[in-house]
């Protein structure tokens, strides 16, 4: 910034309204695409994320075979041949998780912390293309990591306990299960994002989410009676990873898919409102 | 309705937060072709305006248009408008370069315009670095760079000055005056009357979100200067009645080791001599001053400053002018 260097005139034409706010919704959508590869804590979540959910799998797969004829190890036998998926994507996945929700969530929360969301806003002032975008581009990015995460746990701990029990994708219900996880943990990030755009802080966002995976479920569990056992049924991530089972449990209130009805259900309405926040708050 | 494309309509603005008015039915023009200044004391408001005419809030009443639409109705605004805004906009781990790219890729501007942009504010050679370890100067540089990504026509700059070392505070006033002389709408805002007076053809005054003044620089310095005159002497005996029996106003009086200061306005100080001559008062001193622009600018918004009592406020304010020089 030595001398001033002056731009060339600019072009005085008269200023054009917008058509549609939908058109050039491919330009948003990659300017979403460089905005969530060009922040270090999307590479830190997502690795975060592959590592436990692989790593977490194979270590729990490995100690079921090391351990199979030991005594007390029947139920995981049991589990494995009723329900091989819920054993398989239980732990690595279960925890892995959290990394998806953390993710959704610092989205669209960095945008208000950084104080980004005015840059962008200046930029997309429709504000709704604008989440769509975004929601879009992470769900992409969520589903593809997912697939690979998902299929890696599958193929390495059926490899690892390939001596003991055969578990292949033809089985009955068991190719379901699998692209069940990936679609789950899909909407997951989704769930996530919606919270956080609704609560716009990140350690809220996060705290919010993180109870509704894995604290409130267990504490709605401990109530008695039929009647909390279909709420707990009916909350979000309970539902939503019911269709990653080869088939429906006793207990289970809702089919796999029923399950995962629900959980999109939560998913699009937090989304809506999250939609109609944006658009009547002030950035 | 086809108006002038870089002109720059408030009218009856209106904001509230919670209770408090932060806009209070503000009308106002801004016209391409030269730079104008948005001057006020810190809270009268300059900020929210800009955020409204940018879409960024919500007015409760009154419009704000841009060439005769609003912010949300230009096709691609950045394009049109390029805002620096004052509060921070950027994520500290995206680098200068990747900032500047996704908004581009928003309005379909080329890639090679972001570091057309960053060579034009000086900030080539750190492109690739996070923003996060940028300094306050080079924030502001990157956010001049934003706002002159989309080549626009109309620049609104809320407090752009802030946090620049001399030499950047005079490219930023150069550089504004060649956009404005180039045909562009330069809308500036600040709460420092010096540092409007050298850069700001045009200025519009608020405080409390009401508008104070809306005139050329230069008539609102002629308007708001007034003269007076500093007479020291060691025995005022009846000066001080003949000044007020002449119609002179002794605005303030006091006395230290002996000598009496007296601030005599209304009159020139070459009749106060003669005066002084007639009772054979001895004067020691007597000197005519020109309040300056920034006590006149002082004066104007005394009742409209926000928070605190305006004397410290004006110390305040003083302080910050310096560091700023």
Known sequence: ?283 | MAEAPGVIEAKELTKRFGDKVAVDHLSFTVEPGRVTGFLGPNGAGKSTTMRLILGLDRPQSGTATIGGLTYHQLARPLQTVGALLESRSLHPGRSARNHLLYLAETQGIPARRADEVLDLVGLRAVARKRVGGFSLGMTQRLGMAAAMLGDPLVLLLDEPVNGLDPEGIRWVRTFMQQLAGQGRTVFVSSHLMSEMSVTADYLIVIGRGRLIADSTTQEFIQRSSERSVLVRTPDPGPLGELITGQGGTIASQDSLDGVTSLVVTGLPAPRIGELAASASVVLYELTPRLASLEEAFMELTADSVEYGDTAKARQGRRQEERSVR
């Not at chain 1, 004829?69 to 819920?86: E, F, I, Q, S, V």
């Open chain 1, 1 to 283: 910034m030595t001398a001033a260097e002056a731009p060339s005139a600019p072009r005085l034409t008269a200023v054009t309204p917008a058509g549609s706010p939908w058109l050039g919704f491919g330009r948003l959508l990659r300017a979403e695409w460089t905005k969530i590869r060009s922040v270090p804590s999307t590479v830190w979540s997502l690795l975060t994320f592959v590592i436990v959910a692989v790593g977490f799998s194979t270590l729990i797969a490995t100690v079921i075979a090391h351990d199979w004829n030991a005594p007390g190890n029947h139920p995981n036998h049991a589990k494995l041949l009723t329900d091989p998926t819920a054993v398989i994507f239980g732990a690595g996945l279960g925890l892995g998780q959290l990394a998806i929700c953390v993710l959704g969530a610092i989205v669209i929360t960095s945008e208000y912390t950084s104080g980004t969301i005015r840059a962008s806003l200046l930029a997309v002032p429709n504000r709704i293309p604008m989440l769509t975008a975004k929601a879009v581009v992470f769900a992409a990015l969520d589903f593809v990591v997912s697939a690979i995460t998902v299929f890696a746990v599958f193929f390495i701990t059926t490899a690892i306990l390939h001596s003991h029990v055969s578990i292949t994708l033809s089985q009955p219900g068991v190719t379901r299960a699998v692209i069940g996880a990936i679609l789950y943990l899909t909407v997951l990030g989704l769930f996530a994002l919606a919270i956080g755009g609704l609560i716009r802080h990140t350690a809220g966002a996060i705290a919010v989410v993180i109870a509704t995976v894995i604290v409130v479920p267990p504490l709605v569990s401990l109530i008695p009676g039929t009647i909390a056992n279909h709420i707990h049924g009916y909350l979000p991530t309970v539902a939503g990873e019911l269709v990653a089972q080869t088939s429906q449990q006793s207990g289970d209130v809702l089919s796999g898919w029923q399950g995962f009805g629900v959980f999109c259900l939560w998913t699009a309405v937090l989304l809506v409102a999250c939609g109609w926040l944006l658009v009547r708050r002030d950035a």
